[in-house]
T-cell receptor
Framework: GDSVTQMEGPVTLSEEAFLTINCTYT??????LFWYVQYPGEGLQLLLK?????DKGSNKGFEATYRKETTSFHLEKGSVQVSDSAVYFCALLEAAGNKLTFGGGTRVLVKP | GAVVSQHPSRVICKSGTSVKIECRSLDFQATTMFWYRQFPKQSLMLMATSNEGSKATYEQGVEKDKFLINHASLTLSTLTVTSAHPEDSSFYICSAQRTGFTDTQYFGPGTRLTVL
């Protein structure tokens, strides 16, 4: 079945540092890929998405590129802020269905 | 747009009682909604897929008689945890798909259930 693997956290950074969270996937067909963010005590918010190979999703300074050849969708941000402290989930949506498969989540803590 | 609400945000109940959680899409119609469960510091586990006007589809290992799902309208799905026990304590999150668009789910803020 489909699966998503992302780097374990926590990731602790200083403000303005560069952030990368690795995400790789296994799927049949051509899934859509997502990054969701969860702030403490809240539900998930869609951060960005990509629906086909080589697509780049971007939002709030975050970027991720759908790499079919490496089955990856790594999340990057050039300069993080304290407000970026949250748990980030990589997910895929199977091509022929509507179920999301989530990675384990990566907790990011940005210190001032 | 695409706002999903859940009510209540937190609930504490005694063991053996039932608790109902509502999930509403506020500004769009959602033929399909999903219910997830999240344990502390863990990822989301899909419990069931709820389709308006039909029976929910439960994931393997989820007791359908314990977690009752009703999706009676295009903007409301409810999850009822029947005869709750302490092991049912968890964070329950719903999501909704805009009717006709299957590529994105919009998530509610979650409901923290504590069973004493």
């Amino acid at each position: 079945g489909d699966s998503v693997t992302q780097m374990e956290g926590p990731v602790t950074l200083s403000e303005e540092a560069f952030l990368t969270i690795n995400c790789t996937y296994t799927a049949t067909g051509y899934p859509s890929l997502f990054w969701y963010v969860q702030y403490p005590g809240e539900g998930l918010q869609l951060l960005l998405k990509a629906t086909k190979a080589d697509d780049k999703g971007s939002n709030k300074g975050f970027e991720a590129t759908y790499r079919k050849e490496t089955t990856s969708f790594h999340l990057e941000k050039g300069s993080v802020q304290v407000s970026d402290s949250a748990v980030y989930f990589c997910a895929l949506l199977e091509a022929a269905g509507n179920k999301l498969t989530f990675g384990g989540g990566t907790r990011v803590l940005v210190k001032p | 747009g695409a706002v999903v609400s859940q009510h209540p945000s937190r609930v504490i109940c005694k063991s053996g009682t039932s608790v109902k959680i509502e999930c509403r899409s506020l500004d769009f119609q959602a033929t399909t909604m999903f219910w997830y469960r999240q344990f502390p510091k863990q990822s989301l586990m899909l419990m069931a897929t709820s389709n308006e006007g039909s029976k929910a589809t439960y994931e393997q290992g989820v007791e359908k008689d314990k977690f009752l799902i009703n999706h009676a309208s295009l903007t409301l799905s409810t999850l009822t945890v029947t005869s709750a026990h302490p092991e049912d304590s968890s964070f329950y999150i719903c999501s909704a798909q805009r009717t006709g668009f299957t590529d994105t789910q919009y998530f509610g803020p979650g409901t923290r259930l504590t069973v004493l």
